[in-house]
């Protein structure tokens, strides 16, 4: 750039200042430097801005009042992909520039930038889209600096297009000059494309030979209303497609997919469409419409057009609006709402490749809408549910995973790797803890081989070793014999619910002491036996077990977890002694059970709180089998209806070096109860008022035992609201501080984050 007369520093005016601006966090490839360069220019600003391997750096010059006004916009008006996790200024001495500029980018800047999560096509690529006008017109793969695919897409880092997916595919010269142009927004977008450069769609039959078709998007929809299931390539997978208003073709789905009663979630046009289903608050009205655009578990109203088997005997329904733009033009073609479940068998996950679509999808699709950008990284679609005045994450995957959760501490690198149900890892690297999309059940070998994939994903893209491998003690979970073979890395095993303690500390940056009220369905105790309704005081360097329910039996472990009738007969016999008379044992052959109760063979021991859900729901008239992990606690909560009623019999004794919260007297209450013949509702609520008076008692005698008062929830049995949304008035109102997760799920998705800093903390 040439000097003129005006840029000799003689002639400036005394009040200029020149300063120079780092940000860091996710602060590349999401437009952050033509945001910079049109706030400068705003201004009146003069100067540079780059980016560099700390992160991007900015130079300012002008007058002081011009200088604070930027800083501030640059907070306030960030990009909506960006994140700023810091941003430090300091002067310098003044320069001699006329115009802002973007410099060109220095080699090898990726080291501290963040990498971005997939987001959901924003409104300017929406309205390109839909106007004929445009050269994108109707375009399936349209996005922009501020939209579009990111983590499911890279390879590797540094974040540009030769490492990503987007590499096949050389940019058209329009697409080639929006992406030098700092004043486009599609400047420097990696995944640019356009009908003439891009990706393509295609249609597939059940063999995968290819259909010739003009527009395979307008026929798939034909296809889905005649009641078909498509399989349909989108951002981090596979979804198999069907009209959810269609109870057979739903019917068909579940019997092809092995998923007999498991809630599927659906897609529908609008925030409008989905008001006609669901009621919905102002915080899931923002999250449907947010870029992260997860399912979000809402209450169903009654009389509507969508299937029964979509979420049968439940009174929720998971929904969430179109978030790609080939979604959007499903629904320019006139979609019905669409049942979008993950393609796969259940519980297996998420398909991603063609032709492990068109091999593993075998019997189930009818029909496969693909295309030719191929997904790197699987990831699911985020589930999350409204409870207490703010949304939880019942799963977190697209759209949130790789953003890191900010963490106090500093020090060792730390790869934890979860627990065996809907694993997730996490790499903990300096004060970032980078939380894994929803990698699944691993005791399915897909689940298993995403598992490993996702561990060197994650070292290569977040370039970093472990120092220490945190796993948890059970030993058959997969994830822990993985974390022993790795032979030259020192391992460290993490009681399953100090994790969880220490994963809602970790969220809300706590540190010190806290009563952590863990209540789930199963982790390996320190003695062995199998532990889920704990109250435990700690913090990272170390717990107590300070109480936890009386122990009780579980003949035959897995095979009671998925009958809870088991559950229920061994329950009763512990707590009687001898099977009372009660309806629902009737054509049951209980005899095994109580021997082996009684006999004390094959069975385990549980303190866990989900167990005794399981065995009260099941007495009380509740499901006797289940079809998916909680269903027998979720039906039976969904019987509650009013809190106003009271507590079963319940005691709480010291046996054995710590506080037990007894079962049997419990047993007998409900038993008692049942005789008398209380209605379903009645015993449901009754139980759960039993669970809070129960827990409100256990931590006030913590809080006189130890002086703690602040609380952490954790475990998944907490994702019952009817449990949730009473618990938490009641502790604020007996003067507790209490802390629940919102950023990480409160389930097992959440355990690895805690691991992490237990690890870091006991490796220091
Ligand atoms: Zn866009
Ligand atoms: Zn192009
Ligand atoms: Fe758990």
Redesign the pocket.
């Known amino acids: 750039m040439a000097e003129t007369a005006a840029e000799i520093l003689t002639n400036t005016p005394s009040d200029l200042i020149r300063k120079q601006i780092r940000i860091n966090g996710i602060v590349q490839g999401v437009g952050f430097r033509p945001f910079i360069y049109n706030l400068a220019n705003r201004y009146h600003l003069t100067g540079t801005v780059i980016n560099s391997a700390d992160g991007v750096i900015i130079e300012v010059q002008g007058r002081e009042s011009a200088m604070d006004k930027f800083s501030n916009s640059i907070q306030d008006e960030a990009p909506p992909i960006s994140m700023i996790s810091s941003m430090n200024s300091f002067e310098i001495p003044l320069k001699r520039n006329t115009a802002f500029s973007i410099l060109q980018s220095q080699k090898n800047v990726s080291v501290n930038t963040l990498i971005s999560p997939d987001i959901a ?2 409104p ?2 929406i309205s390109e889209c839909f106007d004929p006008k445009d050269r994108r017109y109707l375009y399936p793969f ?3 600096t ?3 695919p990111r983590y499911t897409i890279i390879e590797n880092i540094p974040y540009d297009r030769p490492y990503t997916s987007m590499r096949h595919f050389d940019l058209c010269p329009d697409c080639q000059k929006e992406y030098n142009d700092p004043n486009n ?1 599609r400047f420097h977008a990696q995944p640019n494309a356009c009908p003439e450069c891009g990706p393509k769609v295609q249609l597939h039959d059940a063999k995968g030979s290819i259909l010739t078709l003009k527009n395979p998007i307008k026929e798939t929809i034909e296809l889905i209303k005649k009641g078909k299931i498509v399989a349909i390539k989108g951002l981090g997978g596979y979804h198999l497609a069907v009209d959810a208003t269609n109870e057979h073709a739903v019917m068909e789905l579940r019997k092809r997919k092995l998923r007999e009663e498991k809630p599927l979630a659906i897609m529908v046009r609008s925030l409008e469409m989905a008001n006609k289903f669901c009621f919905i608050n102002q915080e899931e009205s923002e999250a449907l419409n947010s870029i992260h655009s997860p399912i979000v578990v809402l209450k169903k109203r009654g009389g509507i057009s969508i299937a029964e088997d979509v979420a049968p005997r439940n009174d929720r329904l998971g929904i969430m609006l179109p978030y790609t733009p080939l979604h959007h033009i499903l629904f320019y073609y006139d979609a019905p709402p669409l049942v979008m479940t993950s393609a796969n068998l259940s519980e297996e996950p998420i398909c991603i490749d063609n032709w492990e679509a068109f091999s593993r999808l075998e019997g189930i699709a009818d029909f496969y809408l693909t295309h030719n950008r191929d997904i790197y990284l699987r990831s699911d679609d985020s589930v999350l549910i409204h409870l207490d005045k703010s949304l939880h994450h019942i799963r977190r995957s697209r759209g949130y995973a790789p953003r890191p959760i900010f963490v106090k501490s500093k020090g060792p690198t730390v790869l934890a790797v979860g627990g065996e149900l809907k694993n997730t890892i996490c790499l903990l690297k300096n004060n970032q803890a980078f939380l894994s999309q929803h990698i699944g059940d691993l005791e399915n070998i897909e689940a298993y081989s995403f598992f490993t994939d996702t561990i060197n994903h994650f070292q290569r893209i977040f370039e970093s070793e472990p120092e220490i491998i945190a796993h948890d003690l059970h030993p058959e979970y997969l994830s822990t014999k993985w974390a022993k073979k790795q032979l030259d890395i020192p391992t460290l095993g993490i009681q399953h619910h100090h994790a969880h303690l220490a994963s809602c500390m970790a969220e809300h940056k706590l540190e010190e002491p806290v009563i952590g009220i863990i209540m789930d369905g199963t982790g390996y105790g320190t003695d062995g036996s199998i532990w889920g309704g704990e109250i435990l005081t700690g913090d990272f360097s170390g717990f107590h077990r300070f109480a936890g329910f009386e122990p009780m039996p579980l003949p035959g472990g897995d095979a009671a977890i998925k009958a809870p009738w088991r559950t229920a007969v061994a329950y009763l016999q512990k707590s009687f002694g001898e099977l009372p008379d009660l309806s629902f044992l009737k054509n049951l052959s209980t005899s095994p059970i109580v021997e082996m109760v009684e006999k004390n063979v094959n069975c385990f021991q549980t303190s866990s709180c989900g167990r005794l859900f399981d065995a009260v729901a099941a007495m009380c008239g509740g499901l006797q089998t289940i079809r998916y992990e909680g269903q027998a606690a979720i039906e039976f909560m969904q019987k509650a209806d009013s809190l106003n009623v009271h507590a079963f019999e319940h005691r709480i004794e010291f046996r054995d070096d710590r506080w037990q919260m007894l079962v049997s007297p419990i047993i007998h209450s409900v038993v008692k109860a049942i005789q008398n013949g209380e209605s379903i509702q009645k015993l449901s609520s009754r139980f759960h008022k039993t669970l809070i008076d129960l827990f409100i008692e256990i931590v006030n005698i913590a809080k006189t035992e130890t002086g703690l008062s602040k609380v952490v929830i954790s475990g998944g049995v907490f994702q019952n609201h009817v449990l949730f949304e009473a618990i938490i008035p009641k502790l604020r109102a007996n003067g507790f501080e209490v802390f629940t997760q919102r950023q990480v799920p409160m389930n097992d998705g959440g355990i690895s984050l805690g691991q992490a800093l237990i690890a870091r903390q006991q490796y220091n």
């Open positions: 096509v924003c300017d690529c349209i996005n922009c501020n939209c579009g927004r």
